[in-house]
Structures are given as C-alpha cells and as structure tokens.
C-alpha cells in the first residue's frame, strides 16, 4: 500500500510542529499567570473595600 507523499512529514514538519507546541505551551503559561494575577488583584481589592467599611464602621461607633 503506497503512502500519500502529501502526508508523508519531514524534519522541517516535526520541528515547526514542536515549535508550534512549545509556542502553545508558552501561550498557556502566559494565560495561566494573566488569571493569577488577575485573582490576586481582585482579592487585593476586595480587601481593601472590606477594610475601609470596617473602618468607617468603627468611626462610627
């Protein structure tokens, strides 16, 4: 059974492809730590009005 030579891959393929998947892998890293950041700056921020409710409730004791 003869093989398609348009499906037949070559190094060039499997280096563009691993290049491919290193460029995925970085991509989702990237996104990974965007979400961390994006979670600790909302905490951050969800403390601070936390704290200054607080505060104020406490002035008007």
């Given at each position: 059974?003869s093989q ?8 060039s ?9 290193r ?8 996104a ?24 104020s409730?406490?002035f008007w004791?």
């Open positions: 059974m398609n030579p348009n499906l037949q891959r070559n190094s393929d499997d280096s563009a492809l691993h290049r491919l998947a460029l995925h892998d970085l991509a989702r890293l990237h990974e730590q965007l979400r961390r950041e994006a979670i600790a700056e909302w905490r951050e921020r969800c403390f601070a009005g936390v704290s200054s409710v607080l505060q409730l406490a004791r």
